[in-house]
């Protein structure tokens, strides 16, 4: 039996990852955060708080390109959504609280529709990172992925124990999933140019606080260095 080619990525921090040099699509899942409508367009979540959202749209035909890529090498690929169910049984009353205060109250009406709720226009990825029929999408009631989910059952299926994490925002659901998975022991990659907060303070010390300790939570790699990974292994692997 031919084994698999050997992959590593030197140039993430603080670490060389993945630390045992095992990335390849039966170890190495792509996890897309929350590339949703409201999050990314006008008159969504984000943009009802007033929030600009340029960076967020810069950031999608990075995501594209990532995406593509990860596709033809047969990565296994992971979208998130963030919302709730049209009866809001999961929102808590501190959850309805701030977001009231914060300018856009979870389920109010707006022009994509109920904000961050499930089956609602604005909840759906962006047409131009739409899952494939064979991409699981995890539907999540709050920030991190695999509270109250299936993803931890999916990826232990399939043999994932790397991850390449992307997606928004860099400070809240990319943070908590990327902490969850540490807790669950996956080795995690968070593309840093393939990330996007409200502004760049917070994306800043949100990437620093994943490589504490010698990588507490994960590395932080650039979207180049994990294409040219990618592709090494599917070149490779060919050629065989």
């Not at 009802?48 to 594209?64: T, V």
């Amino acid at each position: 039996m031919l084994r698999e080619p050997l992959i590593q990525i030197s140039t993430t921090a603080p670490y060389a990852w993945p630390h045992d040099v095992s990335f390849s699509p039966l170890t190495t899942a792509l996890v897309i955060i929350d590339m949703q409508r409201d999050f990314l367009s006008v008159g969504g979540y984000l943009s009802s708080q007033g929030y600009s959202l340029i960076r967020f749209q810069c950031l999608i035909p990075r995501l594209a390109s990532l995406l593509s890529i990860f596709r033809l090498a047969g990565f296994p690929i992971y979208h998130t959504r963030e919302g709730h169910a049209p009866h809001m049984a999961t929102i808590s009353s501190r959850e309805r609280f701030r977001s009231a205060i914060n300018g856009a109250q979870i389920g109010t009406p707006g022009p994509l529709g109920r904000l961050l709720i499930r089956g609602e226009r604005g909840h759906d990825i962006i047409p131009e990172l739409h899952p494939l029929p064979n991409e699981p999408v995890i539907d999540k009631p709050g920030r991190g992925a695999f509270a109250h989910t299936d993803l931890e059952a999916m990826l232990r299926c399939r043999g994932v124990k790397n991850l390449v994490v992307c997606g928004v925002t860099a400070d809240a659901c990319v943070s908590s999933t990327v902490r969850e998975a540490s807790d669950r022991g996956f080795d995690v990659l968070v593309v840093g140019d393939g990330v996007e907060s409200v502004n760049d303070e917070l994306k800043k010390w949100s990437l620093e606080a994943i490589k504490v300790e010698g990588g507490l939570f994960g590395v932080i790699g650039e979207m180049k260095d994990v294409v040219d990974a990618v592709e090494s292994w599917h070149r490779l692997r060919r050629g065989r």
